[in-house]
C-alpha cells in the first residue's frame, strides 16, 4: 500500500497522560499536514511541514502539542498531559509541492484519541 | 479569519438525481480548493482539485468550479448512486499561507 498510514488507529488514555502517534506519507511527498477533527465537524489545521522544517502552526494549538518531522520522512505528533477535550480524530496528510495536480492532499486513516 | 459554510448541513435524493452541493468562503481570495469525501469513521478522499490558474475540475460523474471573485465552490454530482453516499466537504487555502480552512460538510444520502 502506497498510501498515507496512520499508527495506531485508535489511542486510549487516561486523562494527564502523554500520547504520540505516528504519520508516514506517501514517499516522494515533501509536504505534510496535521489536522483534528471532532464529531460533526470539518477537519482543523494543526501544523504543517515542508520536508522537516514545521512553516506553519495553527495558534489554537497549546504548547502541549508539538510535532516532528525528522529527515523530511515520517512525522510525530505528541500530546503531553491529555485532557478530555483532547478526543478527537487526528488526521495526516501529505502532498508534492509543484504545479500540476501535486498540490493535491491525501488522507491517512487517522488515529482516534479517547482521553478518559 | 477565513470561515466556510457548505449548503445544505444534509440531503437524502433518491437514485438518479443530479445534484449541486455549495461551498462559500468568508474571504473570496482562494490559492487552491479541494473537494472531498469521507465516509464514517474514515479518512477523507480527495475528489477533485481546483489550483490557481483553474476555474473547474471533472472527474467521471463529478465536476467542481471555484468562482474567485465571489469565494464560491460548487460541487456537481450527476446520475447520483447509492454509494455516493457520504459527507463531502469543501477545503480552501489563501494565498500567503499553508494552512487549509474546511467546511462543516454536507451529508449526502442517495436512496435506491
Known amino acids: 500500500d502506497t498510501g498515507v498510514s496512520q499508527d495506531p488507529r485508535h489511542k486510549i488514555t487516561k486523562r494527564g497522560q502523554n500520547v504520540t502517534f505516528r504519520c508516514d506519507p506517501i514517499?516522494?511527498?515533501?509536504?505534510l499536514y496535521w489536522y483534528r477533527q471532532t464529531l460533526g465537524q470539518g477537519p482543523e489545521f494543526l501544523t504543517y511541514?515542508?520536508?522537516?522544517?514545521?512553516?506553519?502552526k495553527s495558534r489554537l494549538l497549546s504548547d502541549r502539542f508539538s510535532a516532528e518531522r525528522p529527515k523530511g520522512s515520517f512525522s510525530t505528533l505528541e500530546i503531553q498531559r491529555t485532557e478530555q477535550g483532547d478526543s478527537a480524530m487526528y488526521l495526516c496528510?501529505?502532498?508534492?509541492?509543484?504545479?500540476?495536480?501535486?498540490?493535491?492532499?491525501?488522507f491517512g486513516p487517522g488515529t482516534r484519541l479517547t482521553v478518559l | 479569519k477565513q470561515e466556510v459554510t457548505q449548503i445544505p448541513a444534509a440531503l437524502s435524493v433518491p437514485e438518479g438525481e443530479n445534484l449541486v452541493l455549495n461551498c462559500s468562503f468568508t474571504?473570496?481570495?482562494?490559492?487552491?480548493l479541494q473537494w472531498f469525501r469521507q465516509d464514517p469513521g474514515k479518512g477523507l478522499t480527495s475528489l477533485l482539485l481546483?489550483?490557481?490558474?483553474?476555474r473547474e475540475q471533472t472527474s467521471g460523474r463529478l465536476n467542481a468550479s471555484l468562482d474567485k471573485s465571489s469565494g464560491r465552490s460548487t460541487l456537481y454530482i450527476a446520475a447520483s448512486q447509492p454509494g455516493d453516499s457520504a459527507t463531502y466537504l469543501c477545503?480552501?487555502?489563501?494565498?500567503?499561507?499553508?494552512?487549509?480552512?474546511f467546511g462543516t460538510g454536507t451529508r449526502l444520502k442517495v436512496l435506491a
Open positions: 496528510a501529505s502532498s508534492l509541492a509543484g504545479g500540476g495536480l501535486t498540490n493535491e492532499q491525501f
Open positions: 514517499s516522494e511527498h515533501n509536504r
Open positions: 511541514f515542508q520536508n522537516e522544517a514545521q512553516l506553519e
Open positions: 474571504d473570496s481570495a482562494i490559492y487552491n
Open positions: 481546483i489550483q490557481s490558474s483553474q
Open positions: 477545503a480552501g487555502r489563501g494565498s500567503g499561507t499553508y494552512k487549509y480552512i
